[in-house]
């Protein structure tokens, strides 16, 4: 009896489990394996010549990859936490205003809407030195003397970037954030003030603590969704000038596509997974210990 109740909901999953197996599993031990090749696009049959870890070998002593993930940990951490402080403003905003607060929230959706190719084809275009929106405003107004080359200059380029992954999902941030707000209790927000707590105690002691697991969810699904941020490099900068834009999934897409060395991109991708795993333990962490601190150990 105990087999044929757990044999009929293993029955009627066992269609997605197939149709996950086929389209995530397959493709990973396919890639898994292909990072222990010579495997290069051109060769076919070089998927099938074994090389051990010569991939990862020459990855670990190639300095142009180091800079590329070095790049990619510091735009992970100045967009993530930029978009934090935003996304924490904008929430503390909306939350005081009575009327219209639905209209605010719609709006304030749109930019995550849009996808990362139309971001990044947007904002090349307002940063074109030739026919971009702002080099033509400042020079109309005597800002600037003579363009700007937002996207070739490689300190301007880099900023450029960060600029248009901040503006796309900072608005993730809000939202959770705002939902912590709208579900905090307004009864020690109001004890505080009867106590002759400032504003900034407030928040410091009382709502901040309790929008501590909201600000490590929202960190957590940016640090794995920020791989997005590929589209946009590529169609901004593709990479330059001079490599200077090189994130580390765009390295891999020249390193696998255009160079056609698939087993060495596949064995940077499975180095550049060990980031994301370093980053999502990390959030894990600290939104268990956050809970805690809240007495919630659910």
Request: hydrophobic share 55%.
């Amino acid at each position: 009896m105990r087999r044929a109740r757990w044999a009929v909901p293993l029955l009627l999953v066992l269609p997605a489990i197939v149709v996950i197996a086929a389209v995530v599993l397959l493709p990973l031990v396919v890639s898994l394996y292909s990072s222990f090749t010579a495997y290069t696009m051109i060769h076919p049959a070089s998927l099938y010549r074994w090389v051990g870890w010569r991939n990862y070998r020459r990855l670990i002593e190639d300095s142009g990859f180091w800079w590329a993930f070095g790049r990619t940990v510091v735009f992970l951490t100045v967009a993530l936490n930029l978009e934090l402080l935003l996304g924490l403003g904008l929430a503390l905003l909306i939350a005081q205003v009575t009327r219209g607060q639905r209209l605010l929230r719609t709006v304030l959706m749109f930019p995550m809407m849009f996808s990362p190719v139309l971001v990044g084809f947007q904002f090349n275009f307002l940063l074109n030195d030739n026919v971009g929106l702002l080099d033509n405003a400042l020079l109309q107004i005597g800002a600037i003397r003579q363009p700007i080359p937002w996207l070739v200059n490689g300190a301007t380029a880099n900023l450029s970037i960060l600029v248009a992954e901040i503006w796309m999902s900072t608005s993730v941030f809000a939202i959770l954030l705002l939902a912590g707000l709208l579900a905090m209790p307004h009864e020690p927000v109001e004890a505080a003030r009867v106590d002759g707590c400032s504003a900034w105690q407030s928040f410091r002691y009382i709502t901040l603590p309790f929008l501590m697991p909201f600000v490590y969810i929202a960190m957590t699904i940016r640090s794995l969704d920020v791989g997005r941020a590929f589209d946009m490099v590529r169609i901004m900068t593709n990479g330059g000038p001079a490599g200077r834009t090189e994130l580390v999934w765009t390295l891999m897409a020249t390193v696998g596509f255009q160079d056609g060395q698939m087993g060495r991109a596949n064995a940077m991708a499975y180095l550049s997974i060990i980031l994301s795993i370093v980053f999502t333990f990390y959030f894990a962490r600290k939104l268990a210990s956050a809970r805690a601190a809240l007495g919630d150990t659910a």
